[in-house]
């Protein structure tokens, strides 16, 4: 019976302080809103340096790449497997030939 009174006192001290975060955000929100903004450094767009671009984001010639980078074609379940296959077989760990038996069967 002790235990279940505990167990009642503090989840309702969390549920207090979970509340009490709830409006303490909403009243910092509300006056945050209700500030006018001035623009900081943050808001302004930032000038992309390609000197620092990840290596990714330049083509062969070092030059900044200006076109999407997601490009999804439609695979074969087939080719996949084939390919994580051969990926799986190439890894140094596939020397392991207890994995090769699990694998197999």
Same mark, same amino acid.
């Given at each position: ?22 409006? +303490? ?6 006056? *945050?809103? %209700? %500030?006018?903004?001035? %623009?900081?450094?943050? @808001?302004?767009?930032? +000038?992309? *340096? ?5 290596? =990714?984001?330049? @083509? =062969? ?19 996949? %497997?084939?390919?994580? @296959? ?13 994995? *090769?038996?699990?694998? =197999?069967?």
């Amino acid at each position: 019976m002790i235990l279940h009174l505990v167990y009642i006192i503090a989840f309702t001290v969390l549920a207090f302080l979970a509340i009490s975060n709830l409006i +303490r955000n909403l009243m910092v929100l509300g006056t *945050d809103s %209700r %500030r006018p903004s001035t %623009r900081n450094r943050k @808001d302004q767009p930032q +000038r992309f *340096d390609p000197a620092t671009a990840h290596p =990714e984001l330049l @083509d =062969e010639s070092g030059k900044v790449v200006r076109e999407p980078y997601l490009v999804m074609r439609s695979v074969s379940v087939d080719d996949a %497997r084939e390919k994580l @296959d051969a990926l799986y077989k190439a890894s140094p760990s596939s020397s392991d030939s207890s994995r *090769d038996d699990l694998s =197999e069967s």
